[in-house]
């Protein structure tokens, strides 16, 4: 299971490492692969519920084969994506079944898991499971750089011989199929995923509609209407796509709350991370992927660190503290941007990755030991939810904002060179467009005095860039800040703790 799950973690950060050569060599736009990275995100978000429940309904086994075999020729189809005009909608669709065939491919997995592990050895197989998810994550980035050097198209074709190894495991283990004999939640399924698709689709359209305009705030609040109603209605269902009375826990609650507001920056770190590696610092895919190693390295020593202050304190002192280093690390970092030096930069990148460390795994374990009247999968399959929606607003929100910071600095930079202020902005969205997607800085094409002004000004629009990745940075420590102040509404303690309690006190009753 945990060879089959590698695809899935290893796919939400490789393709961050080869977006500019993507962009490049299929003429897409920044926003819009922007979008090819989110469908990912927004369809694992939208589908993970539905991936517990068709596991629960179906048996896990049948749900981990189907959902493997749905992933790998999803990525097949991304890795051969044609030139032309078609090239946008085809990796926006692959990249999203992709999406699905993970959503059921990791609740699926996860099932196995805790059935075939008797309850006092299951705390130390999830704890090996969850744990691969950060190290899978960090593999994406190298991964990605080492394959992008041969062709770009090889991080979806990667999958397809850990896709066989893994269907042949599962087949090896023989796996006996549990089914439940309820019925299936399709108002559920389809109410989350349209609410999810259209509040995001809101925020990613923003830097194209404008702030001020009817249909950005349409989707955004229709998507968020959608996603009450969703609440509501599994509140009163009888069989629940997702169990939402787990959040009557106030513990519960604030560890989601805490994760939404990590993962803000967490996964879009890495879109946004790499391409300014690779624009303003004129780094290589591989470069970028190193670049990223900084991250991860504060991430992986205060991961462990976490869970010793986990086991020992509960879940409140590590989010708390995470929340504040991984703050101060990003607000350092957004600072050292415009230094345009990658080795002086990674004492904070090192810094915002132990932050996110801190948390990810002590709020996670936390959520899954408050699961009182609630399965692990339930509890699961709401967290990964929270985490990969936050995931796709994230990039969703602070691609606009980046989007916004760039038009204006190039606009500045034009102007100051004796553009007018019309051809200026007319360049403008042209640049913003061309940077954010252009690894290798090549020269802007076209005649004419824009055109030749562009070309003269690169250096000083490799600067804005980086200015504009300021507000990025800034944007994800304004997050986790927020997340500090959600971490001090947690009871404290342990769930075992609090379990324990009512055998020496009044009995409690649930």
Request: charged letters at 10%; a neutral charge; glycine letters at 10%.
């Amino acid at each position: 299971m945990m060879f089959a799950v590698a695809m899935t973690f290893i796919d939400q950060t490789i393709v961050s490492i080869a977006a500019p050569d993507i962009v490049y060599e299929l003429h897409l736009s920044a926003s819009g692969m922007r979008w090819v990275v989110n469908a990912y995100l927004l369809a694992l978000a939208a589908f993970f519920a539905l991936g517990g429940r068709l596991a629960d309904l179906f048996g896990p086994r049948r749900v981990v084969v189907i959902g493997t075999l749905v992933f790998v020729v999803s990525s097949v189809l991304c890795g051969c994506v044609p030139q032309g005009d078609y090239a946008l909608t085809w990796l926006i669709v692959f990249r999203a079944t992709q999406g699905l065939g993970a959503a059921l491919l990791f609740p699926a997995a996860l099932a196995v898991v805790v059935a075939v592990f008797p309850v006092q050895r299951r705390g130390r197989a999830l704890a090996l499971f969850f744990g691969l998810t950060g190290a899978l994550t960090a593999l994406g980035p190298l991964l990605g750089g080492w394959l992008t050097s041969w062709t770009w198209r090889a991080i979806f074709w990667v999958n397809v011989p850990v896709a066989v190894v893994a269907l042949i495991l599962t087949a090896l283990a023989h796996i006996s199929d549990r089914r439940r004999d309820e019925t299936l939640d399709v108002v559920g399924a389809v109410l989350v995923a349209a609410g999810m698709g259209l509040s995001v689709l809101g925020f990613q359209q923003a830097s194209a509609w404008g702030w001020d305009s009817a249909a950005t705030w349409g989707c955004i609040i229709g998507g968020l209407a959608v996603l009450a109603v969703f609440c509501r209605y599994e509140l009163r269902t009888r069989h629940p796509l997702i169990n939402l009375a787990v959040f009557r826990d106030r513990a519960f609650t604030v560890d989601s709350l805490v994760l939404f507001f990590a993962m803000l920056a967490f996964v879009p770190l890495f879109f946004f991370a790499s391409v300014y590696a690779q624009v303003s610092l004129s780094a290589s895919p591989n470069q970028a992927a190193l670049f990223l190693l900084y991250f991860f390295a504060g991430f992986a020593i205060a991961s462990q660190w976490g869970g010793r202050i986990l086991d020992k304190q509960g879940a409140r002192p590590a989010m708390k503290i995470g929340c504040v280093v991984g703050a101060v690390g990003f607000a350092l970092w957004a600072g050292k941007l415009t230094d345009l030096s990658m080795h002086d930069q990674w004492p904070y990148a090192a810094l915002a990755g132990a932050g996110i460390g801190f948390i990810l795994a002590p709020a996670s374990t936390d959520a899954v030991n408050r699961s009182i009247d609630a399965t692990y999968g339930e509890v699961t399959g709401i967290t990964q939810t929270v985490r990969n929606y936050a995931a796709s607003i994230g990039l969703a929100v602070f691609g606009t904002v980046l989007n916004h910071a760039m038009t204006d600095n190039v606009v500045h930079s034009l102007t100051a060179r004796g553009l007018s202020s019309t051809a200026a902005h007319s360049v403008a969205q042209d640049a913003a467009e061309v940077i954010a997607g252009n690894a290798d800085a090549r020269q802007p094409t076209g005649s004419g005095t824009a055109a030749t002004m562009m070309r003269d000004a690169m250096s000083t629009i490799r600067m804005d860039f980086a200015e504009a990745n300021q507000w990025v940075f800034y944007g994800m420590a304004i997050a986790l800040g927020i997340g500090y102040f959600c971490a001090l509404r947690h009871p404290g303690g342990t769930a075992q703790a609090e379990r324990e309690q009512p055998s020496t006190a009044t009995p409690v009753h649930h």
